[in-house]
């Protein structure tokens, strides 16, 4: 649509939430929920982009407006769903599925997902059971059971955020290790992306995938730039 406002600001409600308003108006999320924010950080991380416009809103220029829309509308009240979500990837993570070989691979995943592996295992207090190949392998029950506890105490908003880089990389291990400040977003792509990485110093890169690894990256770096204004 046309650009219908001229100043974007961010105010306080006397519930201590921040608001987005354009020309003193508050804004409305898809769903109809007024756009509300926990803290200032978020609401100017949203209000920038509203500021960025030219005479055309171009919602695929908004990507910190989406996610929160769907903090706001999707998941706020349905966090319980979005978390036995995000724990059903970790019963079958990324990181616990090995190559056989060749060795140079099988050296790598070690390298990029062992370290993460044990930090998650103190974090949620249980083991992660390893495979070869696709076969499946269940993951203890104490295991899971920390999990779960771990994602009860997240936000909505954190919520979203954990469960986008979650499924952008297979791995909720990775997400909660961004999340939690214990890898960079640099690091945990990285990590995600060893076997791609392998085949293509094998065999060389397609273009194509390659652009869609980058949009991909991009959704993981708002993801995690969301996460950290949540809980600066």
Excluded at 21 to 34: I, Y
Excluded at 91 to 107: F, N
């Amino acid at each position: 649509m046309d650009r219908f406002y001229k100043e974007v600001s961010v105010g306080e409600t006397e519930t201590g939430e921040f608001q987005l308003l354009l020309d003193g108006r508050t804004v409305k999320t898809p769903g109809r929920n007024v756009l509300a924010l926990p803290n200032r950080d978020l609401g100017e991380a949203v209000a920038e982009e509203w500021r960025a416009q030219g005479k055309q809103i171009l919602p695929e220029t908004m990507p910190m407006t989406r996610l929160v829309n769907t903090a706001i509308d999707g998941v706020r009240d349905n966090e319980a769903a979005v978390a036995d979500d995000i724990a059903t990837f970790a019963g079958t993570d990324l990181l616990c599925y090995r190559a056989d070989g060749p060795d140079g691979l099988v050296a790598m995943q070690g390298e990029a997902w062992d370290p993460a592996l044990r930090w998650a295992e103190g974090r949620v207090g249980g083991t992660f059971h390893l495979s070869e190949g696709v076969m499946h392998v269940d993951q203890p029950d104490e295991t899971m059971a920390g999990i779960q506890s771990l994602l009860s105490g997240f936000t909505p908003f954190e919520l979203t955020a954990l469960h986008i880089m979650t499924s952008l990389t297979g791995s909720a291990v990775l997400a909660l290790a961004v999340a939690e400040g214990e890898l960079s977003t640099e690091d945990a792509w990285g990590a995600a992306h060893v076997d791609e990485d392998w085949q293509i110093s094998q065999w060389g890169e397609d273009k194509e995938a390659s652009d869609r690894r980058a949009k991909r990256k991009d959704d993981f770096d708002t993801a995690a730039r969301m996460m950290a204004l949540v809980r600066n």
